[in-house]
């Protein structure tokens, strides 16, 4: 490091004269007296900004009182490193000023740079500093020192599509359980149990014992948020061998909304939402009181994070799922953006994790939308050509049946989708290339992976099918076909918008999209629209017409023990797919999504 005094001419000046003295086979120069208080000056700053305390302080008048401050500075401001220069000297008589600049290296890359003006005397010849707290900082007074403060950044919220807050910055409370502390550990873990059981049913005394007698040194029971954690806090809090340690951390707004969602975005944000910390040097008087500010860099909040769900969407949803007792789902995207605005689904699909987004079901008759897009592209048919609907049809090795085997003899493609006739769409199956339903799938979003930030997911999957059987059953729905909720809530986003939208759920984290999705052609789009408007209106949705200008396909996809029920459509700029497990009749399946849109707000 290197340490300079910078001389300026000007008129009254005293020149300093340094001479070098030099040490050679044992002959000793004489070096006079530098002239003028900057060489001693240049010693106090270079020395201080050297770390050399008793050395700074022996060019002072007060040598104890200056090392003692110079130490203390250094270590209240908690620097890294010091650059230090003497300037301009100005002399009158025996008495002279010195500039100086220091350049503070504070932590975390923090600079702080000042000027002031040292107070010099000569006596005898020899020029001192004349210590005062001002040799360290122009506003420092004689009883006060410096000190490093730090002023931590709100933390960032996130908040969802329609601008409430589901995440916000608190604190929790994490308790835990050393069992060697504990003295009779039974006895302990029934008041433990007791005292959370509200707050996690799962907390058993049992399930205490086992997992804490298990562990060496704390077993981690809960983590409470702060208003649970008050109603508790005195049962806890004698109970030997339990601790509690709280933290900062984001908290759910509403422990009911989307818990395990919110649970994942929470996990995917976390590192991002502390800002960057404000902080300053200020004043300390003798009895530890902050008296001035003498340099502030305010802190910077990191921005609020935004997730796509849409409360009274997720809200209707959940209730509309939570109303069945066999597994039920609903996913609902926004065609026009693909924002993900609810995931839902009940307690007893949760056992199998979160299944609307990433389980894979055959999707029975709703596959019939992509299954007449196919036969629209390939020229097949349009929404108004004539095709059988018998009641059964024999196509290779394969018998079809319709539902009660319902017939309805020569009909219009839409009068066959709105009335579901497996026969029909096996028959326009059967006359397709093999890889002509896995390209329609594709077009509908329906194959490709996406990697949504914040949620797993899995579209499903359309192999192309060389065999005519399996392209036979795979026309309405069974064979290999497999689709997820998600999977067919794209579908019907892509009818509704006239292109795959890209699904996403956190602002600023874009979805990354592995596989080909081609642009599904107007015609498509158009036929589609025409025979899903039917469904509703004189089809087998005919329960939802009272909703609005609902479009839809049903669909019922048989497997061991029963077939599951489906409903995929859109509404607006809503589109959703709706499945309830082995819940026999599609119309099961459009009283789920009715009940959604009758409990959303007016205007939606």
């Known amino acids: 490091m290197k340490f300079r005094s910078v001389h300026r001419r000007r008129a009254g000046r005293i020149s300093a004269v340094v001479v070098t003295a030099v040490v050679a086979a044992g002959l000793v120069a004489c070096t006079p007296k530098p002239e003028g208080p900057l060489p001693a000056a240049d010693l106090f700053v270079s020395s201080f900004a ?5 050395a700074a302080a022996a060019t002072t008048d007060q040598a104890d009182r200056a090392e003692d401050v110079l130490k203390a500075t250094w270590d209240e401001l908690q620097a890294q490193s010091m650059t230090a220069s003497a300037e301009s000297a100005h002399v009158s008589g025996d008495t002279a000023t010195v500039d100086y600049t220091y350049e503070w290296h504070l932590p975390k890359n923090r600079v702080w740079k000042y000027t002031g003006q040292l107070q010099m005397g000569r006596r005898d010849g020899d020029w001192k500093v004349r210590w005062t707290s001002t040799d360290v900082h122009p506003k420092l007074g004689d009883t006060q020192k410096m000190a490093l403060r730090t002023t931590a950044a709100p933390r960032a919220r996130v908040n969802e599509h329609s601008g409430s807050d589901v995440l ?15 003295g009779n550990v039974v006895q302990v873990a029934n008041a433990l149990s007791a005292a959370l059981l509200r707050f996690d049913p799962t907390l058993t005394a049992q399930s205490i014992v086992e997992s804490a007698t298990a562990t060496k040194g704390d077993y981690p029971v809960a983590t409470l948020r702060q208003d649970d954690f008050d109603q508790v806090q005195a049962q806890i809090a004698a109970l030997p061998g339990v601790s509690s340690q709280d933290e900062a951390d984001l908290v759910a707004t509403d422990r009911s909304f989307a818990p395990d ?13 502390d800002g960057k910390a404000g902080w300053s040097v200020v004043t300390v008087n003798a009895n530890g009181v902050d008296t001035d500010v003498l340099t502030e860099t305010p802190s910077q909040p990191a921005p609020s994070f ?3 769900l849409d409360r009274p969407i997720q809200v209707a949803a959940q209730a509309a799922v939570d109303a069945r007792p066999d597994q039920t789902m609903m996913v609902v995207i926004q065609p026009s953006t693909g924002a993900i605005l609810a995931v839902a689904q009940n307690k007893a699909a949760d056992k199998d994790g979160p299944v609307a987004t990433t389980g894979l079901y055959p999707p029975g008759s709703t596959f019939k939308m992509i299954t007449a897009g196919a036969a629209i592209q390939g020229g097949i048919a349009t929404p108004d050509s004539t095709v059988p609907c018998p009641g059964r049809i024999e196509i290779g090795e394969r018998s079809i049946p319709n539902y009660d085997e319902f017939s309805l003899g020569n009909v219009p493609m839409a009068t066959a989708f709105a009335k579901s006739c497996n026969t029909s769409f096996a028959k326009l199956a059967s ?20 990697d949504v930030v914040g949620i797993p997911t899995d579209s499903g999957s359309v192999p192309p099918a060389t065999d005519l059987v399996q392209r036979t059953e795979d026309g309405f729905g069974q064979g290999k076909v497999v689709v997820s909720p998600f999977g067919m809530a794209l579908a019907a986003a892509t009818i509704a918008h006239g292109s795959v939208p890209t699904p996403q759920l956190i602002s600023g984290h874009p979805t990354t999209v592995k596989g080909e999705r081609p642009p599904i052609t107007p015609a498509m789009v158009d036929g589609l629209r025409g025979m899903m408007r039917l469904v509703v209106t004189s089809g087998t949705a005919e329960r939802i017409a009272d909703q609005g200008e609902v479009y839809g396909k049903t669909g019922e996809a048989e497997v061991d023990g029963g077939s599951h029920a489906w409903f995929v459509g859109y509404r607006g700029d809503i589109a959703f797919a ?6 026999g009749s599609s119309d099961n ?3 789920v999504t009715r009940d959604m849109f009758a409990a959303l707000p007016e205007g939606y």
Request: glycine residues 6%.
């Open 168 to 182: 916000v910055p608190g604190v929790v409370h994490r308790i835990a359980l050393d069992a060697a502390k504990a």
């Open 589 to 591: 399946a459009v009283a």
């Open 50 to 54: 050297q770390r050399k305390f008793d």
């Open 431 to 450: 006359e397709m290339k093999p890889d002509a339903l896995n390209l329609a799938a594709s077009e509908y979003g329906v194959g490709p992976d996406y």
């Open 306 to 308: 935004s997730i796509s």
């Open 578 to 583: 709706t499945l309830v497990v082995k819940g």
């Open 261 to 273: 969602l919110i649970s994942q975005v929470k996990k995917t944000v976390i590192e991002d939402v």
